[in-house]
């Protein structure tokens, strides 16, 4: 018997860490076929060539698609999404999947979804249901209705999906993939991991046995042309509470020059003395830094997931996870420097905080294999209460 082909396209740093798993899972697995197509910034140098993490990983694409129009503007951004609109269906035709595998909310995510759906291509979905802000609350929703199976993460996510008019027996939660791969790495820690930290970025050294914080934040999609000022904001709170840092690069939507450009000037007023900058880490040590780093600051949804699951001290600014499900190791605040300051200085003397499964176990992938092996959809969908 023929194994079923299911195709996975990974677009960003974020999406590969989100799938890794059920990747995993799927190339193991004996009904199942796996076919993977890497675009958008992930196979840029730009933003860390997450291509050459992925086939260090043990994963060979079948495709690289370059979709990624320079500019990062609301305008480039949906010019991008219609690149990968004309790319993605010729690579369809050519695999013939029996199902695309599609994560999250990103722009690719759309391109990807759209091409599969008018292809009559069934759509399997992860992470749909949560609400957040920016454009990607619209194109999360928007996936689902598009989508045949569902994977949400938590409890709530699979109620709201249910609620859009999706089928019961069709959604199944599962859990974030992401915490598979945080579960294994904080299982298996790799000894002296942080030895070589700092050969790669740029930026000062610092000794990680002191206090650090780890900042990650993207451009809000809604809020574009307050990047600039945003992340001035946060490094400046973090400088006034005495921590060392290390600083990850935003990521490819409308409003990440802003961010890239406050970062350069940051660094070249001279203040980022005890600060490292990276365009991208491996997995395995970013979630090393969270469960060392005194506080993650920004808004980055792995403060909200994984964040949870490690224990993570997390000062959310804005409006990026707004909604989203969060546990207690989450503080909210506003861009207001005084406000950031102040929540940094209660999470680094709060410290870790105990452990909230609530985006899953560590089991999702085998789970979304175990799914995608047995059920039996039809192509045709039909609104349902």
């Known amino acids: 018997m ?7 396209v990974v677009g960003s740093r974020a999406n590969y860490s989100s799938i890794k798993s059920a ?7 004996p009904a199942l076929e796996l076919q993977l197509i ?37 305008a480039t951004m949906a010019k991008s999404t219609g690149l990968g609109l004309l790319e993605l269906p010729t690579l369809f035709e050519q695999l013939a999947p029996d199902v695309v595998l599609t994560v999250g909310d990103r722009f690719e995510t759309m391109a990807t979804t759209l091409a599969a759906a008018y ?48 089928r019961p027996e069709h959604v199944h939660m599962v859990g974030c993939p992401r915490i598979d791969l945080v579960a294994d790495i904080l299982k298996n820690p790799i000894e002296n991991i942080f030895d070589r930290l700092f050969d790669d970025g740029v930026g000062q050294r610092f000794s990680i046995d002191e206090p650090f914080a780890l900042v990650s934040q993207h451009p809000v999609t809604t809020e574009y042309g307050d990047g600039e000022a945003q992340i ?33 000037k940051w660094r070249e007023r001279k ?11 491996p997995i395995d040590v970013y979630v090393n830094l969270m469960h060392s780093t005194a506080c993650l600051v ?12 490690i224990g993570t001290p997390v000062v959310n600014i804005g409006s990026r996870q707004n909604m989203r499900d969060r546990g207690d190791n989450v503080i909210e605040i506003s861009y207001d420097k005084k406000q950031i300051s102040n929540a940094i200085a209660r999470q680094v003397e709060h410290g870790r905080y105990a452990m909230n499964p609530i985006y899953g176990d560590g089991t999702a992938g085998p789970r979304i294999a175990n799914v995608l092996a047995a059920e039996q959809v039809e192509i045709q969908k039909c609104i349902t209460y």
């Open 298 to 309: 920004g808004n980055s949804s792995s403060g909200i997931r994984e964040g949870a699951y």
């Open 38 to 74: 890497v675009a958008a910034s992930a196979v840029l140098d730009r933003y860390g060539s997450v291509v050459n993490l992925i086939e260090k990983d043990g994963f060979t694409p079948h495709a690289r698609v370059t979709m990624l129009i320079e500019g990062e503007t609301p």
């Open 232 to 264: 001035t904001m946060t490094l400046e709170a973090v400088r006034e509470q005495g921590l060392a840092a290390v600083v990850l690069w935003p990521n490819a939507d409308a409003g990440s020059d802003d961010i890239s450009r406050g970062i350069r």
């Open 23 to 29: 990747m995993r899972a799927i190339q193991q697995h």
């Open 119 to 166: 292809m009559n291509i069934p759509v399997a979905h992860t992470m749909g249901g949560e609400v957040s802000g920016t454009i990607d609350e619209s194109i999360r929703h928007a996936v689902t209705k598009f989508a045949h199976i569902h994977f949400p993460a938590s409890k709530g996510a699979r109620e709201r999906i249910i609620k859009l008019g999706e």
């Open 271 to 281: 203040l980022d003395d005890r600060m490292h900058f990276f365009k991208n880490l």
């Open 2 to 8: 023929s194994k079923k082909k299911i195709c996975v």
